[in-house]
């Protein structure tokens, strides 16, 4: 590998082979989203717990601090919207120029595999691998689903993340489900869980995480489960713990607990 390869990879995956990414890109589809009317305002005081940040390109320039330390991951791909006909009609939106100028530690896509544009999905997560491996700047394939949720089980998933590890990807992100070790066994590059839907048992968040790097992932990229939450520096805190720290979810629930009570 590359040192330049490796060294952006260093930067979002730490030391002990475990990251913890947050996710503000929910903007690009769903626009001002419960808690991201302003993604900087949203993220800033989460920027300690975490090793990076996965925005688009529009609120890294507009809400994002260029002094912050936290290395960017950027969102590269587009094209769709809740309210459009089909969400994984998605294309890669952002050329390999501007994610130099914006200085990404690495960039993100979403792939549709079984989807009508399976197809163009793929292919753009194939091109921008090529395109940016020629800068040394790492690609995390998203294995998204769109409104089908039937979509998340280990079998499925699995094949997901085994062809965009195949088409070149650094990093799969894929959802945490039963059987979830099959997903990991099965996919030859580092997996991070994405975090779904919003969960309303903040323990629930906290196990499912811990369950996942039990069975193989190095971390996760969650973000409507910790901004959306009553105490985002709470959860981020103990998820935190959970990923770098060897926290169970016992010992995490309590801290979160503690920073919530004294939140109010």
Not at 173 to 201: H, L, M, Q, S, W
Request: proline fraction near 5%; charge should be negative.
């Amino acid at each position: 590998m590359e040192w330049g390869m490796a060294n952006r990879l260093a930067r979002t995956i730490k030391s002990d082979g475990h990251c913890f990414y947050l996710a503000v890109d929910h903007g690009y589809f769903q626009g001002p989203t419960h808690c991201l009317e302003n993604p900087g305002r949203t993220a800033e005081p989460l920027l300690k717990y975490v090793d990076a940040v996965f925005m688009p390109r529009g609120s890294v320039r507009f809400s994002l601090t260029p002094n912050m330390e936290t290395p960017l991951i950027l969102r590269v791909s587009g094209g769709n919207s809740m309210i459009g006909d089909d969400l994984s009609n998605e294309e890669v939106s952002v050329s390999t120029r501007e994610i130099i100028r914006l200085n990404a530690a690495a960039v993100g896509i979403s792939v549709y595999v079984g989807s009508k544009y399976e197809h163009q999905t793929i292919m753009a997560l194939s091109k921008l691998v090529d395109e940016c491996s020629d800068y040394g700047i790492p690609v995390m394939a998203v294995t998204a689903v769109g409104r089908e949720e039937e979509k998340k089980s280990a079998r499925y998933l699995a094949l997901a993340s085994r062809v965009c590890a195949e088409q070149g990807a650094a990093v799969v992100k894929t959802y945490y489900c039963e059987d979830f070790e099959k997903v990991v066994e099965g996919c030859p590059v580092p997996v991070v869980i994405a975090g779904g839907p919003r969960t309303e048992n903040d323990l629930e968040v906290i196990e499912f995480v811990y369950d996942g790097m039990q069975k193989g992932a190095i971390g996760v990229n969650l973000g409507r489960n910790i901004w959306q939450n009553e105490c985002p520096e709470g959860m981020a805190r103990a998820l935190q713990m959970v990923i770098h720290e060897k926290a169970t979810p016992k010992e995490a629930f309590e801290v979160f607990e503690e920073m919530k009570r004294n939140k109010k």
